[in-house]
C-alpha cells in the first residue's frame, strides 16, 4: 500500500549528539516537505525538494540539513542536537509541481527530545 | 507572504452538536485553500479542499466548508458531530507565488464528550 513513513517515531537524545529523522514514501511522488511544530501550534515548513538533487529551505529557519538523493527518500539531519531542537518533525510529499491540485499527504511525525 | 489565523485553539462540544471553526487568511491574490484533520495517534490527513467553483465544499465525514472571499475566510462546519469527531483540525492557504507550499494556521483542537 503507497504510503509515507517515518523513523523513529520518538528520539530521546542528549546535548550535541548528530541525528537523522528517516522519510520514506511508496508514492513516487517528486515534492517532498519538512515541518516542524510546537505543540499547539502551527506547523512550519522548514526544508522542501521537487525532485532529486533539489533542496530547498522553507519559510522558518532551520539548522537542520536534508537531502534528496533518491526520489522516496528524504532524509533530515541535526548535526549537533541542542534543546531548542525539541519538537515534532513532520515529513509530507506531494505529487504535482505548480499545481493548484497540490494536495499533501503526511507521515506520522517524529518526536524529538534534547536533554 | 499569507497567513494562516484559526480563531479557537480549543472547542469542546456534546455529541450531536454542530461545529463551526473559524479560519481567516490574509493574501490578496487566488489562494487555494485546505483543511486537515489529525486524530489522536494518526497522520495529518486531508479533510477538504478549495480551488475553485462552488463556494461551499463538502469533503469527508460530513464535513463541509464554505469560502467567503471577501471576508477571507474558510470556515469548517459540520451539523451533528460524533465522538469520534475528536481531533486537532488544521486550516490551510497555497498560493502560486509562494509556490504552492502551504501555510498552516496553529490548528483547533476540538473534544467532542460522548
Known amino acids: 500500500e503507497a504510503d509515507i513513513y517515518q523513523t523513529p517515531r520518538y528520539l530521546v537524545i ?17 515534492k517532498m516537505y519538512w515541518y516542524q511544530q510546537d505543540p499547539g501550534m502551527e506547523l512550519h515548513l522548514i526544508h522542501y525538494s521537487y525532485g532529486v538533487n533539489s533542496t530547498e529551505k522553507g519559510d522558518l529557519s532551520s539548522e537542520s540539513t536534508v537531502s534528496r538523493i533518491r526520489t522516496e527518500h528524504f532524509p533530515l539531519t541535526l548535526e549537533s542536537a541542542r534543546p531548542s531542537h525539541t519538537s515534532q518533525y513532520l515529513c509530507a510529499s506531494s505529487t504535482i509541481r505548480d499545481s493548484p491540485t497540490d494536495t499533501q499527504y503526511f507521515g506520522p ?3 524529538l527530545t534534547v536533554l | ?14 455529541e450531536a452538536a454542530s461545529l463551526e ?33 462552488d463556494p461551499l465544499v463538502k469533503g469527508i465525514k460530513g464535513f463541509e466548508a464554505e469560502f467567503i472571499k471577501s471576508k477571507f475566510s474558510f470556515n469548517l462546519r459540520k451539523p451533528s458531530v460524533q465522538w469520534s469527531d475528536t ?8 498560493t502560486k507565488t509562494a509556490g504552492n507550499k502551504l501555510t498552516f494556521g496553529g490548528g483547533t483542537r476540538v473534544l467532542v464528550k460522548p
Open chain 1, 14 to 30: 542528549g546535548t550535541g549528539k548528530k541525528i537523522t529523522l528517516e522519510c520514506s514514501q511508496t508514492m513516487g511522488h517528486d
Open chain 1, 109 to 111: 511525525g517524529t518526536r
Open chain 2, 1 to 14: 507572504a499569507q497567513s494562516v489565523s484559526q480563531h479557537n485553539h480549543h472547542v469542546i462540544l456534546s
Open chain 2, 87 to 94: 481531533a486537532e483540525y488544521f486550516c490551510a492557504v497555497n
Open chain 2, 21 to 53: 471553526l473559524g479560519c481567516n487568511y490574509s493574501y490578496g491574490g487566488t489562494v487555494n485553500l485546505f483543511w486537515y484533520v489529525q486524530y489522536p495517534g494518526q497522520h495529518l490527513q486531508l479533510l477538504l479542499k478549495y480551488f475553485s467553483g
